[in-house]
């Protein structure tokens, strides 16, 4: 059912029960190096191991668990090419219900391959956005699916909602900050409710790439900018915000910050040579803000949320050669 | 003091309380990816995640901590431009002894550099055996430092013995197969002495590159074979058998199995991608032998050694771009 108002404090904590037996709960992880390069206790949220390797399993079970007995019956639907739609085609799966991902022609082999591998029914369309949109509305017209946007549902952000929640609840000490990153804004607007319920002294920090900065422009003039051909390693991060992310991020984010690159590719080469973890570009974004300098961390007690682990080795090579 | 005997089961466990304070214990990762790749029961053991990023710091830590007091007074010394070194380096360290570590000239700069900030001294020789020999042999003269081999000691096999004994203490399941890299044999002798000591009906599999086989044929015709001018990515296990650990690995392993290059890539990047840790290469010739089917783990439990993640992701990346 179509959730049409703004998740509550009760409502994401009765999603974290309701998601539970279906995603991860993730380890928070400490790092002796990224303590000492920013003088503050830094708990690294790691999102990389949650199932499909991201966050999005979050929020596309919760959606999918929202729905009525008549609604599974024809499935769920929706476009992406990332992480969102393996992890509608795992919940789908896991409910005994069809998933149909509208994806580009275009898009990476693996990406799809992985999708089908979660049971999803792949319908390619030319890489525009008006093709999607159309093949998708054939879609539901065929099946009766219901839409599960990647990011601009209530049901969506209540799930990445959780876990901010999480979070909160393995560390002991009151944070200062959380850094998140944000694309659609999904994770960074679920994350801002979540401290605005359970920690509302905590500053939450959306992290952004320079070159795809439509959500720091946005925020800054409190205006929607959309994202226009942002090309950027982090990949995960290119969609505009959306009709309900953007108001929540306006209210309840502190600032957004801005990492150019070269930034996060030295990011990115330091989790994985200090932590030995894998973590995707986008998720190094937040720790190239965090370590950035650009907000004085000295002896503060800050969260990075690390959403996700899902590289194509072969195109980041690419970037570590140099 | 120099220690002369085998290790023995008290000794072993001895050796994992002393250095308890000063290494980690390491976790063991599950993943049903590779449960039902190999059809088995399959636990990581993830020394990746040890101080320094490997196996190395628990043997260097044991032998540091054995050192006389007087030992100590004048230091350690060691040749070594991989793990050993760094480990050695900070075990010194913590024991406010001096390192003294012989390296190539050509060593990679990341490798000199993270023993340097370990506070290893560095002394370079020209890239050859008996350069390498004479300039050990020189600051033994004149710092009267002990020389702590990388794998030919037994305080050091004492040491690596206590990643099998703690993972059989994490793992209440018995295990039917261990698999461990073998380089020197280091890792590979005390993991046999720990498993004769305690669990004796687990095989234990050593598992190398077809490209450095040294230790393949030496354990087959039970006749020393030293490492001639190995070619393989896994850069940790370019060394020969020592005088030690040679007729351990004859008497206490099961066998050893080899696989080719692209088998260790393969299996490196299937750690990567799914299990979001990063592993070098040497643990991914323990990886690729477990999974090769080359002995059948149907059913079976069975633990893996990710000796280490120290990776040269600059260099890693030519391997991934294919």
């Given at each position: 059912m179509k959730q049409t108002t703004l998740p509550t404090k009760e409502s994401i904590i009765e999603a974290s029960k309701r998601i539970a037996p279906f995603v991860h709960r993730t380890p928070i992880l400490r790092s002796a190096f990224f303590d000492k390069k920013t003088n503050s206790s830094l708990f690294f949220?790691?999102?990389?191991?949650?199932?499909?390797?991201?966050?999005k399993s979050r929020g596309a079970t919760n959606a999918c668990l929202l729905l009525t007995s008549k609604e599974r019956k024809s499935g769920v639907t929706t476009h992406s090419s990332g992480n969102h739609a393996q992890a509608l085609a795992r919940a789908a799966g896991i409910l005994d219900m069809k998933s149909y991902i509208v994806m580009p022609e275009t898009a990476a082999k693996i990406k799809v391959e992985a999708t089908r591998q979660y049971g999803g029914i792949i319908r390619f369309c030319k890489p525009t956005l008006a093709a999607r949109e159309q093949t998708l509305q054939e879609i539901v017209e065929q099946t009766g699916a219901t839409v599960i946007h990647p990011y601009n549902d209530f049901r969506i952000i209540e799930g990445q909602a959780t876990a901010c929640l999480e979070l909160l609840s393995q560390t002991d000490e009151k944070l200062d900050y959380v850094f998140c990153p944000v694309g659609g804004g999904g994770l960074l607007s679920g994350t801002a409710l979540a401290l605005a319920y359970f920690s509302p002294e905590t500053k939450l920090i959306g992290c952004e790439p320079l070159r795809a900065n439509d959500a720091k422009r946005s925020f800054d003039t409190k205006t929607f900018v959309p994202s226009e051909n942002p090309k950027t390693i982090?990949?995960?991060?290119?969609t505009s915000l959306g009709s309900l992310t953007f108001p929540i991020i306006c209210n309840f984010v502190s600032d957004i910050i801005t990492v150019d690159e070269s930034e996060i590719v030295d990011a990115l080469k330091l989790v994985w040579e200090r932590t030995k973890i894998i973590i995707e570009p986008s998720s190094a974004v937040a720790v190239a803000v965090a370590i950035s300098?650009?907000?004085?961390?000295?002896n503060k007690k800050a969260a990075v949320i690390l959403s996700g682990g899902n590289v194509d080795l072969n195109q980041l090579a690419l970037f570590f050669n140099n």
């Open positions: 949220k790691c999102e990389n191991f949650q199932k499909v390797g991201a966050f982090a990949d995960g991060l290119l300098g650009k907000i004085n961390l000295k």
